[in-house]
């Protein structure tokens, strides 16, 4: 596998490609990207291509080269998990036997398969083309641990106390000592509150009184996974009893809604369940939704509404959640599972939500998930053979291509929240 040469901070590059994928909509044929400092200055076509390609620095990418795929939900840590639960499993029975398989463990043995796992599944990402991750977290060191793999995007530390107040004010803590790290480099730092039925109406109000003095704090929940969420948290009934204590009574959706946790650029991460009514609520708030395929076909899950969401207008980031309850870490395949699943969807849209809408939700800057001038120069060059424009987006989101050259991830000043 040939190596690229780096897109150094201080030099310019230029990099020639059969294609290049500039953005959902722009895919063109024998261009140039001139890259400096980290970032792509512009994107050449035409007689300027041809000039640029003949310069001393050129690297000639014989493929397709693309914006670095975008992950926006993981829990790269439960990859310790991984094929130790049935396919299939009721939500409810999932969590209860991965707490047991939890406590099976002593700490100090849970905290070493979890960092094991977080640096094989980075391996596993950074190799399938993906160079942005939201990743869900328990562990504190794990922000660290996820910056020292090269994946950018947000470490969000999981909080949780399952109803119970003594757990409330611990849970607490941790997200104000997370929101201390200093974040010059790698990751952002993120607070994802797991999910409302698992978060005291408390601890959302604490995190929510958290956000509210940080705007540009990126927030993920698991929303709307199953419909015994529901039954639970508005009625008290169903399978979620024997896990719990007191029903709020209220919808998930009202609760986060309360707290100003429903805001923009929230991840609402799977939402399957979700009302007509909710949509439209999720749209006005600038939220966004993430689908996590491959997750969706290892739960055995009705359909799920992407149409609905599209037509609402809520951005629909895709991930792969945990290899817990998922068979891989690989953008590629969850991109060919959404394609399978939906055959209306455009090439476009698919790309779209595997690279900007991702970039978007894990707070970079506009240009997050492309190759416009501007954006950080994380490219990919995967193994095509297109004859034509329209054919390259269709490869890529169904075929799983294979990536050429390892991706490069490089670290621009970033804006930060
Ligand atoms: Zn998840």
């Not at 709307?224 to 204590?245: D, V, Y």
Request: include cysteine; proline fraction near 6%.
């Amino acid at each position: 596998m040939p190596s690229p040469a780096s897109p150094e901070r201080s030099t310019a590059q230029s990099l020639h490609a059969r294609w290049i994928v500039v953005d959902p909509d722009v895919v063109l044929q024998d261009a140039v990207l001139e890259l400096r400092a980290g970032r792509v200055v512009r994107v050449l076509r035409g007689t300027a291509a041809r000039r640029a390609r003949g310069a001393a620095r050129a690297l000639h990418v014989d493929g397709v080269v693309t914006a670095g795929l975008v992950n926006a939900h993981a829990h790269l840590e439960l990859g310790w998990a991984a094929r130790a639960l049935r396919p299939g499993l009721s939500m409810a029975r999932w969590i209860e036997q991965l707490l047991a398989l939890r406590r099976a463990q002593r700490p100090e043995q849970l905290a070493r398969l979890q960092s094991d796992a977080l640096r094989a599944g980075a391996r596993a990402l950074l190799e399938s083309g993906c160079t942005q991750v939201g990743d869900i977290q328990v562990d504190p060191g794990s922000h660290a641990a996820l910056a020292a793999t090269g994946l950018q995007g947000v470490a969000f530390l999981e909080l949780l106390d399952a109803g119970r107040t003594e757990r409330t004010a611990e849970a607490l803590r941790s997200a104000r000592a997370r929101l201390r790290l200093a974040t010059r480099a790698g990751p952002r730092v993120g607070l994802s509150p797991h999910a409302p039925y698992t978060t005291s109406p408390e601890l959302l109000r604490g995190i929510g009184a958290l956000a509210r003095r940080r705007p540009r704090l990126p927030l993920a929940v698991h929303w709307a996974e199953f419909a015994a969420e529901n039954a639970w948290l508005e009625h008290g009934r169903g399978p979620l009893k024997r896990l719990l204590t007191a029903s709020p009574r209220c919808s998930g959706l009202d609760l986060l809604e309360a707290v100003g946790l429903l805001r923009t650029g929230t991840l609402l991460v799977h939402a399957n369940e979700a009302r007509a009514a909710e949509r439209e609520r999720v749209a006005a708030s600038g939220a966004c939704v993430v689908h996590c395929p491959g997750a969706h076909r290892w739960f055995r899950r009705a359909p799920f509404d992407l149409r609905a969401w599209l037509r609402a207008g809520v951005p629909v980031a895709l991930g792969t959640d945990s290899l817990a309850g998922n068979e891989g870490l690989d953008m590629r395949r969850e991109l060919a599972l959404l394609r399978a699943s939906h055959p209306w969807l455009a090439p476009a849209q698919a790309w779209r939500s595997a690279t900007v809408e991702g970039a978007r939700a894990l707070g970079g800057d506009e240009l997050g998930g492309t190759l416009r001038p501007g954006a950080v120069a994380a490219w990919v060059g995967f193994r095509v053979a297109a004859q034509r424009a329209s054919e390259v987006l269709e490869v890529l989101t169904t075929g799983c291509p294979d990536l050429l050259d390892p991706p490069r991830v490089s670290r621009p000043r970033a804006a930060r929240g």
